[in-house]
């Protein structure tokens, strides 16, 4: 009887073994999978910013293609719902590319091509059973929320000072920056992040566990090869890390879209028409030195309002 008892532990603790064997093969097996096509987008992002615009379409439509029937063929494992949801990379840069955009003005380029793209992801989302929710479409923890938003007019800053873009305006008054601020807003802003901090990390960190955010902060920053600054890459990365755990923590897209939207808004439509072309001067970055200024204290106000708030709370407990 003893040697039964002790037979079935044994059976039991070499199935655990198993299972857990299995278990980890199958995450090498995605990890595998997310690094192969991490390089292939490397690759073609490369041909498409360093050599053909053509070719780059080319190989981001192959690239497509690839995750689409790989995604089917493996529809029973794991990794399916990271290689479908991989799919709306090579699409964000296809559309961007593909488009007929030359006699638009820049700012009417996101008009046209992120509603269509946000549909994608819509459908992607659906078809990966993620409810909105489990995307970040909701406004949770509101006053952090605002916070990570305001965070938005730093970066913008810090990129300008890495890439000094021209203008999307001409001038600065109210009745030339709404309505492009607008659009900078939901569609960099909203769009790329329902896009990868929503539908590509959620896919991810269910593939790759926490790695999941580093996986789509290297996605994301490697598409931004289109301004061929190795600085701004690191840049893009680190703040892209910030942004997916800023969601994995508040589980809300609400925060980093704002934050992503300012960011651009700055960097486009703000910075560029106060400082002249000829270089800085103090008169002209007074109210980018406020901005500045203005976004860390009213995060620390926050965060000491909600700090005293939460204190005030357990001591009535």
Not at 272 to 300: D, N, Q
Request: aromatic share 12%; glycine share 8%; proline share 4%.
């Amino acid at each position: 009887m003893e040697n039964e008892e002790a037979r079935s532990v044994v059976f039991e603790h070499e199935e655990a073994g198993a299972k857990s064997e299995t278990g980890f093969w199958l995450f090498r097996q995605e990890a595998r999978l997310a690094v192969l096509y991490l390089l292939a987008i490397v690759g073609a992002e490369v041909v498409t910013n360093f050599f053909s615009l053509v070719g780059g379409v080319i190989c981001h439509t192959i690239l497509l293609a690839a995750l689409i029937v790989h995604s089917s063929l493996v529809a029973k494992s794991p990794s399916h719902k990271l290689l479908l949801a991989l799919c709306l990379a090579p699409l964000t840069r296809i559309m961007s590319l593909s488009m007929p955009l030359a006699q638009f003005s820049p700012i009417y380029w996101y008009l046209i091509i992120y509603p269509p793209l946000f549909l994608a992801a819509w459908v992607a989302m659906r078809r990966l059973n993620f409810t909105a929710r489990e995307t970040g479409l909701t406004a949770q923890k509101l006053p952090w929320q605002l916070a990570v938003g305001l965070t938005g007019i730093i970066f913008g800053v810090a990129e300008y000072l890495i890439l000094r873009p021209e203008p999307l305006i001409s001038e600065l008054y109210w009745g030339e920056v709404l309505f492009p601020a607008f659009v900078l807003l939901v569609g960099t802003g909203f769009v790329e992040e329902f896009v990868f901090r929503g539908v590509v990390q959620r896919a991810s960190m269910e593939a790759l566990g926490r790695w999941g955010l580093l996986y789509v902060a290297l996605v994301f920053a490697v598409l931004h090869l289109i301004h061929h600054s190795a600085i701004d890459i690191v840049f893009v990365f680190a703040i892209a890390l910030f942004f997916g755990w800023v969601v994995n923590k508040t589980g809300s897209l609400l925060g980093v879209t704002l934050s992503h939207g300012i960011t651009n808004i700055t960097l486009y439509l703000i910075i560029p028409l106060l400082v002249p072309a000829g270089g800085w001067r103090w008169e002209a970055i007074y109210p980018a030195l406020i901005m500045v200024l203005a976004a860390p204290a009213t995060v620390f106000l926050l965060a000491l309002g909600l700090a005293l708030e939460s204190w005030a709370w357990k001591r009535g407990r």
